[in-house]
């Protein structure tokens, strides 16, 4: 898939050379993997077809709880961004800005939020 392979290589390319990433096409397939497997943080799209609507944003809200949550965000999708602020998703990054070294910075600022960073 293109978002993991520019994720995996954002990532290890600035920071974290022993990444395991995994990528789910849908919501629901990334919360059902979570429910088998524990990760450090969560990188969602918030273009997938089942994010959309109040109800998915309350399942991502439910995980942002129990781990960062970093959303990829287009310019349609900002104002539900403020929406899913309040249920705890802190960082995001716009699509169009989108650099790996973006991305590295709102994960590795979303891990020491949670108090899970440690310098590699």
Not at 49 to 61: A, E, K, S
Not at 111 to 117: K, N, R, T, V
Request: proline share 4%.
């Amino acid at each position: 898939m293109q978002a993991e392979k520019f994720i995996g290589a954002a990532l290890k390319r600035h920071w974290w050379d022993s990444l395991s990433l995994e990528c789910k096409p849908s919501l629901s397939q990334a919360l059902d993997r979570l429910k088998d497997k524990s990760f450090d943080a969560m990188v969602v799209d918030f273009g997938v077809p089942d994010l959309h609507g109040p109800d998915g944003l309350i399942r991502v809200g439910a995980i942002a709880r129990k781990l960062p949550v970093i959303a990829l965000v287009d310019g349609e999708e900002r104002d539900r961004l403020i929406a899913a602020r309040d249920m705890g998703i802190r960082n995001w990054v716009a699509k169009e800005t989108l650099t790996p070294s973006r991305l590295a910075a709102e994960v590795k600022s979303a891990l020491e939020a949670y108090g899970i960073w440690e310098e590699v």
